[in-house]
């Protein structure tokens, strides 16, 4: 495998300006994921290293090799898309196959059957191996399209949301092998998704993408507890972080620059004891936790319920905060730094 460098990357379509200036390094045997919605500039980054789409400006390294402007089939990448793309008359043998019978390989029978077999049975798929792809059903196909990827042994693979057109199960099944088969072959791993669980459970490193922006890289635990921006904040976090004005359930702010205050859901404390100053809305039982909305003079603001006290819909209840879990924003919804005690 090997590392994956945008330096200063620049792409435009018309007047759209898909991704503005990036710079990122995805190192060797990493996975990198980049969260954003629709139109964030997720998959544009992704064919920049691909070779599909050229830059105006920057460069793109793979391996300590400038391929900027390298051809696609020059490129050893490994691209898996969010459709399946499968050939429905071959089997998934044939199928997985495919891209080791390209012209230029020159990949023997032997080492074919070979290959095929070990990522088949790595994506515990190694008994289907004969059925035509119509025959399998939609998790497999996708199993089937990673392994043709894998079969390749590329410098990096790149994947274009591959889990958003599975149900919520296959979803969960799916991210544990991915992560699984990653860390077992040492892949390098640039993925993109608008999934925030998808994200949080996969990636070494996050890189949020506003509007082709790269906001903000850490690891997940870096970007939900240090956030750079309230953008960023908001990409973390079911419910998503509450933003509040200064001064809100009893939040002292650091200085006076401060325009909100980021609070999660985890961190609102409430209880019977203390000056009554909310009441419940809504109850949402999701089997782990339960999370409330709670209207707190006039602003709606989630919190996780303690089960053991027994609150319902239209309880007055007392809020407050753990005050040194918050964060502080500034007018331009950019992070400030908080005085140390």
């Given at each position: 495998m090997a590392e994956l460098i945008y330096k200063n990357v620049s792409k435009r379509f018309d007047d759209v300006e898909a991704v503005r200036e990036l710079s990122l390094t995805v190192g060797d045997g990493e996975f990198v994921v980049l969260l954003g919605p629709t139109g964030a500039g997720k998959t544009t980054t992704l064919r920049l290293a691909a070779g599909l789409e050229v830059p105006e400006g920057g460069q793109v390294f793979l391996g300590g090799v400038d391929v900027t402007t390298v051809d696609p089939a020059n490129r050893d990448v490994a691209f898996v898309f969010q459709q399946y793309s499968l050939y429905p008359h071959l089997t998934v043998f044939e199928n997985m196959a495919f891209p080791l019978r390209a012209p230029g390989r020159k990949t023997d029978k032997a080492t074919i059957k070979k290959r095929v077999t070990e990522v088949a049975e790595m994506l515990r798929i190694g008994h289907k191996l004969e059925n035509k792809a119509t025959q399998l059903s939609g998790g497999e196909m996708q199993r089937v399209s990673i392994g043709r990827a894998l079969v390749r042994q590329p410098q990096v693979?790149?994947?274009?949301?591959?889990?958003?057109?599975?149900?919520?199960?296959?979803?969960?099944?799916?991210?544990?092998?991915?992560?699984?088969?990653?860390?077992?072959?040492?892949?390098?791993?640039?993925?993109?998704?608008?999934?925030?669980?998808?994200?949080?459970?996969?990636?070494?490193?996050?890189?949020?993408?506003?509007?082709?922006?790269?906001?903000?890289?850490?690891?997940?635990?870096?970007?939900?507890?240090?956030?750079?921006?309230?953008?960023?904040?908001?990409?973390?976090?079911?419910p998503a972080i509450n933003l509040l004005k200064p001064g809100q359930l009893g939040i002292k702010c650091s200085n006076g620059q401060t325009e909100q205050v980021?609070?999660?859901?985890?961190?609102?404390?409430?209880?019977?004891?203390?000056?009554?100053?909310?009441?419940?809305?809504?109850?949402?039982?999701?089997?782990?936790?339960?999370?409330?909305?709670?209207?707190?003079?006039?602003?709606?603001?989630?919190?996780?319920?303690?089960?053991?006290?027994?609150?319902?819909?239209?309880?007055?209840?007392?809020?407050?905060?753990?005050?040194?879990?918050?964060?502080?924003f500034d007018k331009n919804g950019n992070a400030i730094e908080l005085e140390v005690a």
């Open positions: 693979f790149l994947m274009d949301e591959p889990l958003s057109s599975l149900d919520a199960k296959l979803r969960e099944d799916l991210r544990v092998e991915l992560k699984r088969i990653q860390h077992e072959i040492g892949a390098t791993v640039l993925y993109v998704t608008h999934d925030q669980l998808e994200a949080m459970t996969l990636a070494d490193r996050i890189g949020v993408l506003n509007n082709g922006v790269l906001e903000q890289v850490g690891t997940p635990r870096e970007i939900y507890e240090h956030p750079a921006t309230i953008y960023a904040a908001r990409r973390l976090g079911s980021g609070v999660r859901p985890e961190d609102v404390v409430i209880s019977r004891d203390g000056k009554v100053n909310g009441k419940i809305l809504t109850v949402e039982n999701l089997g782990v936790e339960t999370v409330s909305l709670v209207d707190v003079e006039g602003s709606h603001v989630h919190a996780l319920l303690d089960r053991r006290l027994n609150l319902g819909v239209g309880d007055d209840v007392a809020v407050t905060a753990i005050a040194e879990k918050r964060c502080e």
